[in-house]
Structures are given as C-alpha cells and as structure tokens.
C-alpha cells in the first residue's frame, strides 16, 4: 500500500559509504594500479611503488584514525575510512607528476564534488557546481576507462547533488554510524551458536552494570574494574 507522504524518489538517499568509496573510489584504483589493466592508456600500475613510498611518508592528523597502507600489499584489506582519506586528502597530491593531465582533471573534478558535498554547511551554488563536475566526470569516464565499466554507481553520481539537496549532506545520511554499530555488536558474542540470545545478554549485563555498582564499595578492586570495562 502506497504512502502518500513518502516520495521513494526523494526520501530514499544514495550511501556515499559504498557508492562513493567502496564503489567509485575503489574501482578507480583498482584499474590505476590493477596488473590486469597494465596495458591501458590509464594504468599506473608502473608507478605503484612511488604511490606506496609517498603514503607511507604521511603522517595525518589525530582527526584521520588510521595510518596509510600501501597499494601493492594491503589495498584490498583498506576499510571505507581509509578511501575516504585517501580520496579526499591523501590522492590528488601523490597522483599530480604520475598521472596524465586529463586523467587527473577529470579525477580532480570528482574529488572537488565529493568534497562539496559532505561539508557541513552547503549553499545553492555548491550544489550546482558539484552537479556540473559529476556530470562532466560520468560523461567523461566512458572515454577514457571504457564502457564495461559504467556501472550503477556511476550512474548514481548524477543524482547525488540532489540527494544532498532533498536530504541533507553525505555524511549525514551515509552507512559509517551502522557499520560502526555493527562493529560493536561483534564483540558481544563468541561463537555460531545462539547468537541472538548472546546479544541480548551482553546488552541486558552492560545496561545493568551502572545498578550494580552502586552495592559496591568505591574503593573497592571490583569497582574499579567494572569502571574500567565500562570505558573500555
């Protein structure tokens, strides 16, 4: 049954998390540096070593939780969170003397969207510039990759600049909390066996921690250490 309220267009967002980062992002290194793809006009792969030797030389901000890996050894274990940093801050720099002049505008133009696109506060006109440089970067991308590779997020992009115009910016409505979230749930029970009901006791023991702790004496060992396992 239809709800009249609810536009399917509008109210449902496209998640930077896989179509930006793990879709777009990741697809673009992978044919830079892919040995598969060593014989196309837009392979990097001879320049991976250089590409590894720069990002092992950086050394980001506290606000940047992990260290950069490598490419050639560790790129298919970099979580979302490293391609975030690798495409906003880390990519544009390191690529500027190995990759051609119009492969990095076009590139340039996508990071420059993205960018746009998950500041916190974004005027009209950003939303119209961010839409002209996907616009240009998905036009463009069939030209110098290949059609095999217009895929769905690339699609996407197009109707990104609205997304954030209806719904707010990328951040805002992306998968980084739940998947964080999911992270913690792991840790709550071991095994294959009852998982449900392990969740549910782990949970009800945490919720129930703060009560017990006021039987106990302040200065006891035991009291430290639930304080302890709380922060942890």
């Known amino acids: 049954m239809a709800i ?6 509008k109210s449902v967002s496209i998640d930077y998390m896989h ?9 673009l290194i992978s044919l830079w540096f892919g040995s598969t793809h060593s014989d196309e006009s837009f392979s990097l792969y001879s320049y991976v070593d250089v590409v590894d030797e720069r990002l092992s030389k950086i050394k980001p901000p506290s606000t940047i939780s992990r260290m950069p890996r490598s490419i050639s050894q560790h790129f298919k274990y970099w979580k979302a969170s490293e391609l975030r940093a690798w ?23 996508f990071v420059e969207a993205i960018y746009l696109l998950i500041s916190d506060s974004i005027s009209m006109e950003d939303l119209e510039k ?28 197009l109707h990104l ?29 071991h095994g294959t066996q009852y998982i449900d009901l ?27 250490f639930v304080l302890q396992d709380e922060k942890s």
């Not at 179509?19 to 697809?27: D, E, M, R, Y």
């Not at 961010?130 to 992009?157: A, D, I, P, Q, W």
């Not at 392990?198 to 200065?219: M, R």
């Open 4 to 9: 009249k309220s609810f536009d399917f267009v």
């Open 87 to 109: 495409l906003l801050f880390y990519s544009v720099p390191i690529l500027m003397d190995v990759m051609s002049t119009m492969h990095l505008y076009h590139y340039s133009a």
């Open 161 to 189: 600049s609205d997304s954030v115009r209806d719904i707010g910016p990328l951040w805002s409505h992306s998968c980084f909390p739940f998947e964080n979230a999911n992270g913690e749930l792991l840790k709550l029970f």
């Open 130 to 157: 961010s839409h002209k440089l996907l616009c240009f970067f998905v036009h463009m991308f069939e030209s110098l990759y290949g059609e095999r590779y217009y895929t769905l997020n690339l699609h996407s992009l």
């Open 198 to 224: 392990q969740i549910v006791g782990a949970i009800n023991v945490y919720q129930t921690l703060p009560l017990l702790t006021s039987d106990i004496e302040n200065d006891s060992q035991v009291y430290k």
């Open 19 to 27: 179509c930006v980062l793990q879709g777009i992002s990741k697809l």
